[in-house]
């Protein structure tokens, strides 16, 4: 049987535990099976660079990861992936910033990655190449005589062309991708802004599978929607909504209910939006004060960026507003924190919430949304105010849908998802439920590794309702 070989720009080593536990090592948890091997950044800074390649391994999976110098990781990562490649996919043309030397920098690191896996692959091994970070590694692993099969699957949006040839250098980008053998996107929408894409800059035309050829290599663009697992997060609820921590929330808000947000801290989260419309929703419905308090959890990321700097700062301005118009002594309308919090505790919190506010500018897919109804009681769910530009939309149309742009429909989203009947949120929840229970980590993983194994096969089609 064929080894897979995980590729990613971060490898979640095995001392990682917790909040530190990122979407995608939970994703690939049962692809991950003894003798497998994750290969990537160690996240750490030397002199040396990728000289020498560490190995740990843990329930007979390897973790091998490599260093990256100081320079490499400010071109690699934070100025190109992060400063260009990032807000270019999130469709956000005026925060991006690109530098040919990063570009440079950026194809440089793909290619120490490369070389650096090489001497560790054998020759039937299947490769999966994850994110934006890593466009180029299967053009660099061809360019030293790997033959293997390799995929590559985006966590991002990807855009149409009239936004993605704004980048320079984008054609080059373009070609890198077409040296996989599998492309795979989380939404239709995505699949064919990428196809639309090769079609329009290189020429190509796809059939009606996603397949085409160019220069002779056979490549397929897959729809492969990401999920969880949905019984196991159920049950993570049950217990820590009965924990420590979700009783001191409980305690804390006194007769008055959850509302919650999970996010990192990006522009792309659409966190200004959201909490604007917070303060619009106690405004134009004073019924609901006292009655709810909203928590948002936003993590720390890229604190290198001047313009997350600038986010922070706009978030504390909006919360200290908030909070000075609308508090009472013994009632907070808005709760923000910035550290990261673990899984099992934010199920616990998820259980407790009457509403979840899932409102990203342009998002991938985002699991919060799928983890948010996964962790509701049966008998009573709390109501899901989901993105339409979310990844998830395309699949969780029973959510309540709002335009992340407007905090007026998202504030009227909150009244009528807290004003909401018993008898609408269950069957609203239900229909949410079977399509998070159906569409899988297990599954995601599953259809795209047997789609890189045969390509000619057709994709196990998953459950999907577009959104007008």
Known sequence: ??????????????????????????????????????????????????????????????????????????????????????????????????????????????????????????????????????????AELRAVGVTNKIGFFLHTPFVPPSIFNALPRSAELLNALCAYDVVGFHTRTYCTAFLDCVAENLGVHADKDGRFVIRGHSVRAIVDPIGINADEFSKRAVEAARGSDARLLRESLGKGGLAIGVDRLDYSKGLINRFEAIGRFFANYPQHRREVSFLQIAARSREESGSYARLRRELDRIVGDTNGRYSEFDWTPLRYMTRAVKRDTLAGFFRLSRLAL??????????????????????????????????????????????????????????????????????????????????????????????????????????????S
């Not at 690939?28 to 950044?41: C, K």
């Not at 990844?391 to 004003?419: C, F, K, Q, R, T």
């Not at 609203?428 to 096969?457: D, G, I, M, Q, Y």
């Open 358 to 467: 899932v409102t990203p500018l342009r998002d991938g897919m985002n699991l919060v949304a799928k983890e948010y109804v996964a962790a509701q009681d049966a008998n009573d769910p709390g109501v899901l105010i989901l993105s339409r530009f979310a990844g998830a939309a395309e699949e969780m149309s029973e959510a309540l849908i709002v335009n992340p742009y407007d905090s007026d429909e998202i504030a009227e989203a909150m009244h009528i998802g807290l004003s909401m009947d018993l008898e609408e949120r269950q069957e609203r929840w239900r229909s949410l439920h079977k399509k998070v229970s159906v569409n899988t980590a297990e599954r995601f993983c599953s259809v795209f590794l047997k789609l890189l194994a045969h390509p000619e096969t057709h994709p196990e089609r998953p459950s999907l309702r577009a959104i």
């Open 1 to 138: 049987m064929p080894r897979l070989v995980v590729v990613s720009n971060r490898v979640p080593l095995p001392s990682e535990r917790g909040a530190k536990a990122g979407g995608l090592a939970i994703a690939l948890a049962d692809a991950l099976q003894p003798g497998s091997v994750w290969f990537g950044w160690s996240g750490r800074r030397s002199v040396r660079g990728s000289a020498t390649t560490h190995i740990q391994r843990s329930d007979g999976i390897t973790y091998a990861t490599i260093d990256l110098t100081e320079a490499d990781y400010h071109s690699f990562y934070v100025n190109f992936s992060n400063g260009a490649l990032w807000p270019l996919l999130h469709f956000r043309l005026g925060l991006l910033d690109f530098k040919s030397e990063d570009y440079d920098g950026y194809r440089s690191v793909n290619r120490q990655f490369a070389a650096s896996l090489l001497p560790l692959l054998r020759p039937d091994d299947v490769i999966w190449v994850h994110d934006y970070h890593m466009i180029p590694m299967a």
